[in-house]
């Protein structure tokens, strides 16, 4: 089984299928390692933190990456290519009284090039299925008490569509380049579950 995730189904499911193409010869085990090592090469957090760290620094591109995120990416070098398919980025922003959070219900969808492998927590099934009841608990339980009156907005990713939050700039931030800018930026901010 998976080392990664060895008790859940679906990572028994895909170590199954995984020994089945072995065996068939369809695959070697070296193929499939290289395989997920080209897809993961250069997938990080730190590609969704450059993308917030410009959109805070530059209008223009986030007036642009608001509008069609796919399109602006390349601007600073990155892409939601390199799948089977290219997946549609929307990227949703925080503002003084709304807030967004990003889910996956039917699975755990998540723009990997752009935010690194998801975290356990992303694709367990109380995550999934709580964020969208109750999001505003579900928040408060990783630490982030938003006020009565800030609207939530879940967004629920597909295999075609794929989200990233915009964090608002924090304040006395203003003095601050670009790269010192990115560095504030979580991961955790750009699923919607922290501020920043």
Not at 106 to 111: A, D, K, N, R
Not at 158 to 178: D, K, Q, W
């Amino acid at each position: 089984m998976s080392e990664g995730h060895p008790s859940t189904p679906v990572a028994a499911r895909v170590r199954r299928l995984e020994e089945r193409l072995i065996e068939a010869r369809v695959v070697e085990e070296a193929q499939l390692d290289a395989a997920l090592a080209t897809m993961l090469e250069g997938a990080s957090p730190l590609n969704g933190a450059r993308i917030v760290a410009r959109a805070w620094v530059d209008e223009g591109f986030r007036r642009r990456l608001l509008a069609d995120a796919n399109a602006a990416l390349p601007e600073i070098g990155l892409s939601m290519a390199g799948g089977i398919q290219e997946q549609r980025l929307k990227v949703v922003e925080n503002t003084e009284t709304a807030h967004h959070v990003i889910v996956c219900t039917l699975c755990s969808c998540y723009p990997i090039g752009l935010l690194g492998p998801s975290p356990s927590w992303y694709k367990s099934e109380a995550y999934r299925s709580r964020v969208v009841r109750e999001p505003r608990a579900v928040l408060a339980e990783f630490g982030l008490e938003l006020p009565e009156d800030t609207a939530i907005t879940v967004w629920d990713s597909s295999a075609e569509s794929r989200y990233l939050v915009l964090p608002r700039r924090p304040e006395g931030t203003r003095e601050m380049n670009e790269h010192e800018l990115a560095a504030l930026v979580t991961r955790e901010g750009l699923i919607g579950t922290a501020a920043v």
